[in-house]
C-alpha cells in the first residue's frame, strides 16, 4: 500500500471513531505517531470533558445524530464538540440545541441545597458560532461549536437574567471557584470522588463519539452515572441484527479504542433464537474495566426487542437531520416496528453523511 493509500485508510478508520469530515481526519492523522492516532488528555481537560459529556449525552431527547453531537475534534489541550442543531422532548417542539447545552452545562446556585450545572464551568470567549470554555484554577479548554447563526451572547445574557430573577446566582464569570462551589463538592464528596474517578472514561468516549452512530445498531442511546459505574443503554428495534460486538471490538481496539476488558457479561443472543421475532425486550449487558489502574465501570446494555421508542421515531429525526443511511441501517422503513412515512420534503442530510 502507498503512504498515501495508508493514510487515507487512517483518516477512514479516525473517521468511524470522531466522526470527523474526511478531510480535517486525514490532515489530523499527517505526520502523527499512529500507536497513539487519538489523543488523551491531561486530568483537567479530561475532567472538563467529561463533565460535559455526561450533562449533554444524558439522553431523553432526540437529536440529528446519536446523543446530539455530529462529531468531534480533539488535540492533547483542547477538544471542539460540534452540536446539532436542534432537540426535540416529549412534545416533539425542537429546541435549539446550543440552548439546551446551556440549560445543562452554565453553573448557577441553589442557595444552601447544590450547584447546577458543571460546578467550576467558565465562559472564557465567544468566537463567532464557537463558545469557549474552561475550568477554574486549570489550563483547560473546550469549545462548543453551534450551526451557523447561533448567538451565545443572547443566549448567555438571557439566562444571566432569567438566573438573577430565580435568585439562583450566576457563577460562569466568577474569576475562582466560588463558596457555593467549594460548599457543592464538600456537602457530595462520596459523588464527587466517584465522578472524578470516570472522567477517563467520559474523555476518551466524547473523543470517540462516532461509534455511537457508526459502530452501532441502536436508534437510541442514553447514558447516566451510579456510583462509580457509567451505564449506557443502547436500544436496537426489532428486525435488525444486534451486532454489539462490532461495537465492543471497536470500542476495544488496541490502537483506536479504550484499555478496557470485559470483567462481567450476560449475552442473550443465541444462534438458535430469532431475536427479530421476539416478542419481549431483550437485553445483553457487559461490565467493562480499565486494564490499568484507572477506577470505575463502563456498563453497556444491548437492549433489542419491540420499538419501545421507535413509534414514529423515524419521522422526527428526519425533520431534524439524521443521515438518511443511518436511518436506513437502524430504523428502516420495512420494519414492524417503525412508523414511518417518505422522507420529509424538508428534512436534509448532514455534511457527515457526504463525507462518509
Known amino acids: 500500500m502507498t503512504s498515501g493509500g495508508r493514510l487515507e485508510k487512517l483518516a477512514r478508520t479516525r473517521q468511524l471513531y470522531t466522526g470527523e469530515p474526511f478531510s480535517v481526519a486525514k490532515n489530523a492523522m499527517c505526520g502523527r505517531d499512529n500507536r497513539h492516532p487519538i489523543h488523551t488528555g491531561p486530568l483537567s481537560q479530561a475532567h472538563l470533558e467529561a463533565e460535559v459529556f455526561a450533562k449533554l ?18 488535540t492533547t489541550k483542547s477538544a471542539v ?16 440545541r446550543s440552548g439546551h447545552a446551556l440549560d445543562k452545562l452554565l453553573p ?13 464551568l467558565r465562559v472564557v470567549g465567544i468566537d463567532g458560532t464557537d463558545l469557549h470554555l474552561t475550568l477554574t484554577d486549570s489550563e483547560c479548554h473546550l469549545v462548543l461549536r453551534g450551526i451557523p447563526g447561533t448567538d451565545w451572547a443572547e443566549e448567555l445574557d438571557e ?7 430565580a435568585e439562583a446566582p450566576p457563577l460562569w464569570q466568577q474569576p475562582k471557584l466560588t463558596t457555593f462551589e467549594d460548599a457543592h463538592i464538600r456537602d457530595y464528596p462520596e459523588t464527587w470522588t466517584d465522578e472524578r474517578g ?13 461509534i455511537f452512530q457508526t459502530s452501532s445498531t441502536a436508534y437510541s442511546t442514553r447514558s447516566w452515572i451510579t456510583g462509580e459505574k457509567w451505564i449506557f443503554e443502547l436500544d436496537t428495534v426489532r428486525g435488525i441484527r444486534l451486532e454489539h460486538d462490532v461495537f465492543l471490538r471497536r470500542l476495544m481496539d488496541p490502537v483506536w479504542g479504550l484499555p478496557l476488558s470485559i470483567e462481567h457479561q450476560h449475552c442473550s443472543c443465541r444462534p438458535e433464537q430469532e431475536l427479530g421475532d421476539s416478542r419481549y425486550t431483550l437485553q445483553c449487558t457487559y461490565d467493562l474495566v480499565h486494564r490499568g489502574m484507572n477506577s470505575g465501570v463502563l456498563q453497556l446494555r444491548f437492549r433489542h426487542g419491540p420499538g419501545v421508542y421507535a413509534g414514529g421515531t423515524r419521522i422526527r429525526l428526519e425533520e431534524l ?16 416496528d ?19
Not at 159 to 165: A, G, N, P
Not at 201 to 209: D, E, K, N, T
Not at 338 to 356: H, K, L, N, Y
Request: charged share 20%; net charge neutral.
Open 338 to 356: 417503525v412508523a414511518s412515512s417518505s422522507r420529509a420534503p424538508g428534512a436534509a442530510g448532514s455534511c457527515d453523511e457526504e463525507s462518509r
Open 108 to 120: 448557577s446556585a441553589d442557595p444552601g441545597v447544590q450547584v447546577n450545572g458543571v460546578v467550576g
Open 321 to 336: 437531520g439524521s443521515p438518511t443511511k443511518w436511518l436506513d441501517r437502524v430504523l428502516p422503513e420495512h420494519s414492524p
Open 198 to 210: 470516570l472522567d477517563w472514561l467520559g474523555s476518551a468516549l466524547l473523543r470517540r463519539i462516532a
Open 159 to 165: 439566562r444571566w437574567r432569567r438566573y438573577e430573577k
Open 81 to 96: 464538540v460540534h452540536l446539532d442543531s436542534h432537540t426535540t422532548f416529549g412534545s416533539g417542539i425542537p429546541y435549539p
Open 57 to 74: 449525552c444524558g439522553g431523553g431527547q432526540w437529536w440529528a445524530h446519536p446523543l446530539g453531537l455530529s462529531h468531534m475534534q480533539s
